[in-house]
């Protein structure tokens, strides 16, 4: 199997010109019929991009946030607490977004005016290269645990798109494909909002990935016929005890595979793990707009549109990061 990565955009980076600092970024909500990267110097309209999904992805988002003070920094320069607190605040449920706005927090205390710019700038395209090299290493570590011929299945968009690049649960992908052992993927639609179908889909076709789009309620369906040899999905907040945070959806596929005695793997780098939450219960989840769900409001219909539901530890087989691939109580052993 041949694969194009190079086909890939970079989902979030950081450049500059004669002017200074501006973020660049694909806009993820008009994908797959067109790819456009949009340009910014305004770090509030990074807030927007986050919060509209224009932005998504752990990873993605924690990068976006640190550049997001570094365009403060650049332009603003007024109230670093404030716009810290509002940039991390745009998505509360991604540890990785308020993960990243501290870290340019602490690199940038006590520096002001262009040192400080620069130094915002430096952080943030360290980042992006810590990002790549992190998702890789993933991929290695992943790809061990994948049998020649696996047909897998994964939610949501835990690929390039939701990284700076190469993606963590399909990084897992790209790399067990490299040595040929991934037959088939099959991705979840994953609604309301369609990232499965929208991008994951999309990521995959772009590679050269044999890639099966199915809707969510038919994943128990093509697990009874034996069609699938293992689940990889993402994570935007990883408890102490293993207990992982994704896109609504991944619980249910969790019970499924567990059912069906079929492996279930969480990637995600180590900075998703909140090792000040003992279990998934202290994890805030992101209630969405009910327009995402309902787009004509009907009179007497109420809607719950939760962004993301919390898997136990219990139903995830291992927690495959950068520094290796754990069950949930080896990696609470480690913290």
Known sequence: MELHLDRLPRSVELVRDGEGPLFRYV???????????????????????????AVRG??????AGAAAMALWSAYDGKDVEQAAAE?????????????????????????????????????????????EETNRAIGRNGSALIDPGSRILTHCNAGSLATCYFGTALGVVYSA?????????????????????????WELAQVGIPVTLICDNMAASLMAAGNVDAVIVGADR??????AANKIGTYGVAILAKEHGIPFYVAAPFSTVDAQLADGSGIVIEQRPAQEVLPEPIDGVDVWNPAFDVTPARYITKIV???????????????
């Open 87 to 131: 940039i991390a605040s745009a998505r509360p449920t991604a540890v990785n977004l308020r993960w990243g706005v501290n870290r340019a927090l602490e690199k940038s205390s006590g520096i002001e005016g262009d040192a400080q710019t620069e130094m915002l700038y430096t952080l943030v395209k360290l980042m992006e290269a810590e990002d």
């Open 177 to 201: 494909a490299a040595e040929g052992k991934v037959e088939r993927v099959y991705a979840d639609e994953t609604r309301p909002v369609g990232q499965g179908a929208r991008l994951t889909a």
């Open 238 to 243: 990883i408890a102490r005890n293993g207990d």
């Open 27 to 53: 806009d993820e909500r008009l994908l797959p019929h067109e790819v456009s990267i949009s340009e910014t110097r305004d770090w509030q309209s990074v807030i927007e991009a986050i919060k509209c999904l």
């Open 321 to 335: 990061t950068e520094k290796g691939a754990f069950s949930p109580e080896e990696l609470e052993a480690r913290l």
């Open 58 to 63: 752990a990873p993605a988002i924690g990068i």
